[in-house]
């Protein structure tokens, strides 16, 4: 017992010695780094001969800085902001509008920059949600409720009027899309909608439209939101893919389709973007200002947002009575509501009732229906 005692000892003594040299080499290796950092950030002529000395002799280290300092060069140069001017704009949007005149089948895949005029932070822009977390700051959620689709949701849903858009691809959750009036038919969301909760056990998949953000208590892996279907009594989910659950491009496209031709990629944004080399054309460009000069090349009339037309107010369906209290985020107010008209009774109606095989129909249930019985 005394000998398996002093080996256990032993043994326990060497690990700790052993994390301790760990510790020491990582603490060396820091200091070398922050040398070496401080040391090439000074001109040549201003190194000292302990200083050269010292850059020889951590010569892998030297190596290690630089290629970190271009990967941070180059990353912050993606993220800058480039403008084209004017004329130069104008000129890409004029190669644009034909573009789209001869378009057989044009797709535009929309993204996070198509909603920031109506308030609603993007991802990777100077004061998007990505870039301020990467600075250690804190991000505020912005009252949705008070969003209202912006000129270049109008002008997407008006070029669908037209026949000029054939379907939109969307990865913003915000629901600006369906408000503006783009038929359900010709959207898909690939992110989900915020306004939408569903019930996965109704066959086929019961949809309830809401007017408030339905992921207050949802998150990662995390889908139910605390509301019960009106028919079978089990749990809504939300429709969201949150972060860390599957990613997808965050750039907005126009894809330019073509029945004797490969596809063409048209793309719009400001910053630098994986699919810049594929594309035909890239514009640097607000949206709203790129799509006000594409609609007057087009010589097409674009309707103003009016909140009387807004089709989530007919769409939507009111909590179960029990449920009224069940979220604190602010609701949509319908126009109505406003002019101090009272508010719609809470309780279901015939006429507001959740539809089945709605927006996201067949397909969507089976998956999450598995993993609920698994």
């Known amino acids: 017992m005394e000998g398996n005692a002093e080996t256990g000892n032993s043994s326990r003594a060497r690990r700790k010695?052993?994390?301790?040299?760990?510790?020491?080499?990582?603490?060396?290796?820091?200091?070398?780094?922050?040398?070496?950092?401080?040391?090439?950030?000074?001109?040549e002529t201003e190194r000292s001969k302990e200083e050269v000395a010292a850059l020889v002799l951590h010569r892998e280290t030297v190596d290690e800085v630089c290629k970190r300092q271009i990967r941070r060069s180059v990353l912050k140069r993606k993220q800058e902001e480039v403008f084209d001017d004017a004329d130069e704009l104008k000129l890409k949007v004029k190669q644009l509008a034909e573009a789209v005149r001869e378009a057989?089948?044009?797709?535009?895949?929309?993204?996070?920059?198509?909603?920031?005029?109506?308030?609603?932070?993007?991802?990777?822009?100077?004061?998007?949600?990505?870039?301020?977390?990467?600075?250690?700051?804190?991000?505020?959620s912005s009252d949705l409720s008070k969003?209202?689709?912006?000129?270049?949701?109008?002008?997407?849903?008006?070029?669908?009027?037209?026949?000029?858009?054939?379907?939109?691809?969307?990865?913003?959750?915000?629901?600006?899309?369906?408000?503006?009036?783009?038929?359900?038919?010709?959207?898909?969301?690939?992110?989900?909608?915020?306004?939408i909760e569903v019930c996965t056990t109704c066959s086929p998949v019961r949809e309830y439209v809401r007017l408030f953000d339905v992921t207050e208590r949802t998150s990662l892996h995390r889908?139910?939101?605390?509301?019960?279907?009106?028919?079978?009594?089990?749990?809504?989910?939300?429709?969201?893919?949150?972060?860390?659950?599957?990613?997808?491009l965050e750039q907005p496209y126009l894809f330019i389709?073509?029945?004797?031709?490969?596809p063409k990629l048209y793309i719009v944004?400001?910053?630098?973007?994986?699919?810049?080399?594929?594309?035909?054309?890239?514009?640097?460009?607000?949206c709203d200002d790129v799509m006000n000069i594409l609609m007057e090349e087009l010589n097409i009339q674009t309707p103003k947002y009016d909140r009387a037309e807004d089709p989530i107010?007919?769409?939507a369906t009111p909590p179960l009575p029990e449920e009224v209290q069940s979220h604190s985020r602010a609701v949509l107010t319908a126009p109505e509501e406003q002019e101090g008209v009272p508010a719609a009774s809470t309780?279901?109606?015939?006429?507001?009732?959740?539809?089945?095989?709605?927006?996201?129909?067949?397909g969507y249930s089976k998956g999450r229906r598995r993993r609920r019985k698994n």
């Open 269 to 286: 944004n400001l910053q630098w973007t994986p699919k810049d080399d594929l594309a035909v054309l890239k514009i640097h460009g607000k």
């Open 313 to 315: 107010f007919t769409l």
């Open 147 to 195: 969003a209202a689709p912006t000129l270049t949701h109008m002008c997407i849903r008006m070029l669908h009027k037209e026949k000029l858009v054939k379907h939109v691809v969307s990865q913003n959750c915000d629901g600006l899309h369906l408000r503006s009036g783009l038929p359900r038919h010709a959207l898909s969301e690939l992110h989900g909608n915020m306004y």
């Open 104 to 140: 057989h089948h044009l797709v535009v895949y929309t993204g996070a920059g198509i909603s920031t005029a109506a308030s609603i932070p993007d991802y990777r822009g100077p004061n998007g949600v990505w870039t301020q977390l990467q600075k250690g700051k804190a991000i505020s």
């Open 347 to 362: 309780e279901q109606t015939d006429e507001a009732s959740p539809v089945q095989g709605g927006w996201f129909g067949r």
């Open 223 to 248: 889908h139910t939101t605390g509301r019960r279907c009106s028919h079978c009594g089990d749990e809504l989910r939300d429709t969201i893919v949150h972060f860390g659950e599957r990613g997808t």
């Open 17 to 43: 010695a052993l994390d301790k040299a760990k510790i020491l080499q990582r603490e060396r290796e820091r200091k070398i780094f922050r040398l070496v950092g401080q040391v090439l950030k000074k001109p």
């Open 257 to 262: 389709y073509s029945s004797l031709k490969q």
